[in-house]
């Protein structure tokens, strides 16, 4: 069956993750597409294989790859371009795991903190690959087809309605954003987001496994699918239009 679209959540390094969640998809052809929502990096022990398995997908499948920037991808670019110490610093945010995904260094153990010679290649983001720098770089901030609007954390509202993607002014809204309205107010073509975990989210307004808030989150015209990939959860993907869901644990 063509015209299927495979959403799936935010992967944090986590290979295991990934590869298992790929093998429980049917078979795809050319009318297919996958879309990662971005957050490839950080806290898992493999981000640098997941970065360049995902670059290459598309060789080795008949379906589109489409790969939205998330949050951690663009934090990452700041800190190439410019520095954000306050990013690289805090251990919650899994940088350094990232770090030596690509250094070849040890797996930090839990709130483990940077050496020092290894702060100063962190802090300038020196260690990527150029070619996956100029990847990040490429990577749209929202993408849309006839199912769903994906994007990588969710819309802004102005006024008495929530904006459609294009009419963002600034796109980086749309990987960062993280409001209690959005969850619970969005009205309109379906949003596919990642980003927050489905565990903060209202599960009282889920209609997927409402008893389970690790689960996948699917309010009226929301579907929220980073169920904690990364953080000792698991990887979930969207089929749509048939809504069916999958999992790697």
């Not at 050319?30 to 490839?40: E, P």
Request: proline share 7%; glycine share 10%.
């Amino acid at each position: 069956m063509a015209g299927r679209t495979f959403a799936i959540g935010d992967i944090h390094g986590e290979t295991q993750h990934l590869f298992k969640l790929l093998s429980h998809l049917p078979s795809l052809d050319s009318g297919d597409t996958i879309v990662f929502l971005g957050d490839y990096l950080d806290r898992g022990p493999r981000s640098r294989e997941v970065v360049e398995y995902v670059m290459g997908l598309s060789k080795s499948t008949p379906a589109k790859v489409v790969c939205l920037r998330g949050n951690h991808e663009d934090a990452w670019l700041r800190v190439c371009q410019k520095g954000w110490d306050e990013f690289i610093l805090p251990p919650g945010n899994g940088c350094l795991a990232a770090f030596r995904s690509f250094t070849g260094g040890p797996v930090p153990t839990e709130g483990e903190l940077p050496r020092q010679n290894e702060l100063a290649l962190m802090t300038t983001g020196t260690f990527f690959p150029d070619a996956i720098v100029n990847w990040l770089e490429s990577l749209p901030h929202w993408y849309e087809d006839e199912h769903a609007i994906y994007v990588h954390a969710g819309l802004p509202r102005q006024g008495e309605q929530f904006l459609h993607p294009s009419q963002v002014a600034d796109p980086l809204v749309l990987l960062w954003i993280r409001t209690e309205d959005f969850f619970r107010h969005y009205r309109g073509k379906p949003v596919v987001f990642g980003h927050t975990r489905t565990e903060f989210l209202p599960q009282e307004l889920s209609s997927y496994t409402p008893e389970d808030p690790t689960d996948l989150f699917a309010g009226e015209n929301v579907y929220g699918i980073d169920t904690g990939c990364g953080h000792g959860g698991f990887l979930t993907a969207l089929e749509l239009p048939a809504r069916r869901v999958y999992e790697s644990r």
